[in-house]
């Protein structure tokens, strides 16, 4: 009993520093935050409660705010669609063993670690109106009449914005998918392969469904990115032409920064935080949902 309170003990003693920190950087910021919510306020003068009226204003009366939550969605779509089965196939390609596979990842890894303010100006230079390289290429094989003003134009913006996003972390799941097949046991894929199956097979039979634990985590970690977005969107368009490519998180910037609307703001903060947590917890619920019926199987 004495050596069961010790252990204890001693496991409080080592968690509760970090517990102090993740309190004093997440919990009460978040907190604050919320309570900032609940008031009309300019960040500098009187404060004045007006309960809920801000989250109401957000979800009811304001079009620019609608428009960035799909936006977002979009975006989220985008990645779990399109950025993670490309890293995935990636990832099986490298896992089984390709010539250069080191040189590869690395090369797949790079846009991780490029500061996103560089990330977006290169883009800013692809999508040139004047002379961008797209248009350029466009114009060389002869099809000038689809050059366009890309980041410009209120219906190119955004997709302008969403395609460097999503190729951005490509490589940043990939390695977290290689990572987690190159963990399954080599005896799996050589049964398999006494079997007479096919590389594909052992895909789709073997190595997806031992991924579960791992896709659960990238997809989690692509939805929480989307629905957060701020920096490329800020730095190539900055939610323009005409509000058609806000996110949430410029809208909240817009407000707490550029209208001095902190109360507003501080709203539309905790409806991102909210939004994230419950994005979250569906996907947890959808995995631990296949991962019983597998079980019951």
């Not at 969403?162 to 894929?189: D, R």
């Amino acid at each position: 009993m004495n050596k069961l309170m010790y252990s204890k003990r001693s496991i409080l003693v080592f968690v509760l520093p970090t517990l102090l920190i993740y309190c004093l950087i997440v919990l009460l910021p978040i907190l604050v935050t919320s309570y900032y919510g609940l008031f009309q306020y300019n960040g500098m003068g009187t404060m004045k409660f007006i309960g809920l009226d801000n989250f109401i204003k957000l979800l009811s009366e304001d079009v620019v705010f609608k428009k960035a939550i799909m936006n977002s969605l979009i975006l989220a779509g985008s990645s779990l669609f399109i950025q993670l089965p490309i890293s995935l196939i990636f990832a099986l390609i490298l896992a089984r063993g390709v010539k250069f596979e080191s040189f590869f990842k690395t090369v797949y890894f790079i846009p991780v670690v490029i500061s996103s303010m560089v990330i977006g100006q290169l883009w800013m230079k692809i999508f040139n109106g004047d002379h961008g390289m797209l248009n350029e290429l466009l114009k060389s094989a002869g099809l000038e009449r689809y050059a366009l003003d890309w980041l410009a134009n209120e219906k190119t913006a955004f997709m302008a914005t969403v395609i460097p996003g999503v190729l951005q972390y490509i490589g940043y799941h990939m390695i977290i998918m290689y990572a987690g097949i190159k963990s399954i046991p080599e005896e799996l894929y050589e049964a398999a392969k006494i079997d007479g199956a096919s590389d594909l097979q052992a895909s789709f039979k073997i190595t997806i469904p031992l991924l579960m634990p791992i896709l659960r985590v990238c997809i989690t970690f692509a939805l929480i990115g989307s629905l957060k977005a701020f920096d490329l969107v800020y730095i190539m368009t900055n939610g323009g032409p005409f509000h058609s490519s806000e996110v949430p998180s410029t809208v909240m910037y817009a407000n707490l920064f550029a209208k001095n609307a902190y109360g507003y703001g501080s709203a539309q903060a905790v409806f991102i935080i909210i939004e994230c947590l419950v994005m979250s917890l569906i996907v947890q619920a959808m995995f631990k949902k296949s991962e019983d019926l597998a079980s019951v199987i």
